[in-house]
């Protein structure tokens, strides 16, 4: 069973930066499929960020500008950067995999003066 390992989370100043990292503990397609999901309080979760089986980067509206995704297939590992970061940014994110779909436990990302 893939498990998927997250870390980078924390509480930061508007304006400030965050890099989060997940580490697959086992991928078939190597970070083709993987990516970022968020959750703020009493919203739904949505997609942040996914690297796709085609090797596209896709982001949200919200985010195109300040976030990059990135991956190293040798460590099975993808990073979320965070630039300019905003109140509105405030969440637990969530690394995701395609396949077999696997989620990530969560890391909080808080963006508060």
């Known amino acids: 069973q893939v498990q998927l390992v997250e870390s980078g989370g924390g509480l930061v100043q508007p304006g400030g930066s965050l890099r989060l990292s997940c580490t697959a503990s086992?991928?078939?397609?190597?970070?083709?499929?993987m990516g970022w999901y968020r959750q703020a309080p009493g919203k739904q979760r949505e997609l942040v960020a996914i690297?796709?089986?085609?090797?596209?980067?896709n982001y949200a509206d919200s985010v195109k500008g300040r976030f990059t995704i990135s991956g190293d297939n040798a460590k099975n590992t993808v990073y979320l950067q965070m630039n300019n970061l905003k109140t509105e940014d405030t969440a637990v994110y969530y690394c995701y995999l395609t396949s077999p779909t696997t989620w990530g436990q969560g890391t909080q990302v808080t963006v508060s003066s």
């Open positions: 690297i796709t089986r085609g090797g596209s980067r």
């Open positions: 086992e991928i078939r397609f190597g970070i083709y499929g």
